[in-house]
């Protein structure tokens, strides 16, 4: 069952923040953050294992609280460059090959304008 | 390194025809996938190879085969193509927690 992103789209000015949300109805494992721009092919940002960490990169970070079975993604002071779409995962992982199965949200489309 | 490829970029076809997608990789990573990519849908998995030698059903396999012909190659096919596979799709590969994603292959079927 795909997790539910919200918002489904956000404009922004660069500078700003904004918070993009994933939400599970099942128990979840770990979560998975990729970006993809129009044309693109999807990139990988983070992961998150169930534990309730928080990860960061520069500007973007994330956090995974598994009770809730809800993840979010933190970007401040946003850029032009955060423009596209934001897709969370929901991975389960393979037993002895060390990959997940991940199931995507339907994205979320961040804008961010001058 | 040339990380993931997939051939051809674009393909048109008509209704019924059959076609394959191939799918490399050069990073000696054990699990491929292949998705679709459908407007306001996200990604879907169609189906997955865990490691060399097996393969298993993902969410929306219907109409679809695969062949993991070695670790570096996962080709997708389509043996009677319908208007409903109109979409992008995407290969993967990975061995931990990323995912190296194609280019994509757009496929258009009418």
């Known amino acids: 069952q795909q997790p539910v992103q919200s918002p489904q789209a956000v404009i922004l000015r660069e500078g700003e923040d904004a918070v993009i949300n994933c939400s599970s109805s099942k128990a979840l494992y770990s979560v998975h953050w990729y970006r993809q721009k129009h044309g693109e092919a999807p990139v990988f940002l983070m992961i998150l294992l169930k534990g309730g960490e928080q990860k960061g990169h520069e500007k973007i970070s994330a956090s995974f609280n598994e009770k809730k079975q809800q993840s979010s993604l933190y970007l401040t002071a946003s850029q032009l460059s955060y423009s596209g779409t934001y897709f969370c995962?929901?991975?389960?992982?393979?037993?002895?090959?060390?990959?997940?199965?991940?199931?995507f949200g339907k994205g979320t489309k961040l804008s961010v304008i001058p | 390194n040339a990380g993931v490829t997939q051939t051809p970029k674009f393909q048109v076809l008509k209704t019924g025809q059959s076609m394959t997608l191939q799918c490399a990789q050069d990073?000696?990573?054990?699990?491929m996938y292949w998705y679709r990519q459908d407007p306001g849908m996200g990604l879907r998995l169609i189906y997955y190879?865990?490691?060399?030698?097996?393969?298993d059903k993902g969410e929306v396999p219907n109409g679809y085969n695969v062949s993991r012909l070695n670790k570096r190659e996962f080709s997708l096919r389509l043996e009677s193509a319908a208007p409903s596979q109109t979409s992008v799709y995407f290969c993967?590969?990975?061995?931990?927690?990323?995912?190296?994603f194609g280019p994509g292959t757009r496929l258009t079927v009418l």
């Open positions: 190879s865990a490691s060399e030698g097996t393969t």
């Open positions: 993967a590969s990975s061995t931990g927690g990323e995912q190296f």
């Open positions: 995962g929901t991975g389960h992982l393979y037993s002895g090959a060390g990959s997940y199965q991940l199931t």
């Open positions: 990073m000696n990573h054990n699990s």
